[in-house]
């Protein structure tokens, strides 16, 4: 049985998450340590393990600030889909 | 694992082993009709105390031996743990008052002073530990907005 339209985009959009290239784009970035980023940002060295694995998604003001150390926009940090 | 992980870990052992323990210990005394209250008050005095105490000390240690700040990251899990913590008081009224209904008066038992205490102190140990338990969860799987 066919699922109502609503329904259907509902799964869809949740099926949606923030991926990111922090480990990638860390290491393009001079070979910067965990360490060195969450003390930039002013978050723990945990929570960038845990943006890294995907198990956390930052607030927007932490996002920003992560494409500001990097020296990268937005979007070529994070994605969405 | 993160100082706050190792400081919710301590903080969930201390609760087991102290007030779980006291309590693994002390059911059947609290539970015979006529038992001495005064003994089962101070008797819960002791592992209330302990374990203020011994929180303290090991927070305090903890805090300094690994010095790391808190983050958004940390508040989110906190709350999201004070929400789990919630259910837990749910969770342990529900027994209390199963036991009360049930157990207590088919057994003769009055609700006295002594036992009303520790009854507090199990519903504030069990929502406790289910919002640490919680909070430990969150730490290893991760956590979303």
Redesign the interface.
Known sequence: MALPYGYSCVKQASAKTIHNHLRALRFAHNEMSQQQLAERV??????II?IE???????LE?AFKIADVLGLPLAEVFSYG | M?S??RSILVSLLLISFLIGGYFVGQTASLLTPNADQAQQFTGLLAPVLLFTVLQIIVQSVMAIVWR???????RLIALTGYRYSYWGLWLALSIVVLLCTRGFFAAGLMLTPALAANAVLFLVAVADGVGLLGQLWH?R?????
Request: no cysteine.
């Open positions: 002013g978050v723990t060295r945990q929570t845990a694995r995907g198990k956390y998604s930052p607030s932490v | 993160g706050r992980e790391e700040g808190s983050d958004e990251r940390d730490y799987m991760g956590i979303r907005a």
